[in-house]
């Protein structure tokens, strides 16, 4: 059974995907707030100084630190840098769904 939230998410996928004028695909950003616990934010920015640092770089965003773990985590490493490890991607994969779970638990809780 589809409910109107699922026909709702493929009506826009649909939609983005659709060519435009010029024959290419549409491309647009979607903005997600994340809200993180203090410390966690705290040590995102830590990460993302560092990272800057080891990469000789100005700055490593936040923004653009989650757009590289989300592509990672949904599309999995690109093919002309593979560090692929089947069993690194399942234990990612395994630990991520176990994240989910007990941050779904934490809020029934509260």
Partial sequence: MTTPQHEHADAAASEAA???DAGTKKRTKKRSTLDLPIEMNRELRRWCTRAALEADVNAVPMNTLM??????????EPKSEPLRDEEL?????RA???GVI???D???DS
């Avoid at 991607?89 to 994969?93: A, G, P, S, T, V």
């Fill in 102 to 104: 007990r941050v779904q």
């Fill in 18 to 20: 659709q060519p435009t």
């Fill in 96 to 98: 991520v769904l176990r």
């Fill in 67 to 76: 757009q590289v773990l989300l592509e990672l985590l949904l599309d999995g």
């Fill in 89 to 93: 991607q399942d234990r990612l994969h």
């Fill in 106 to 108: 934490a809020g029934r």
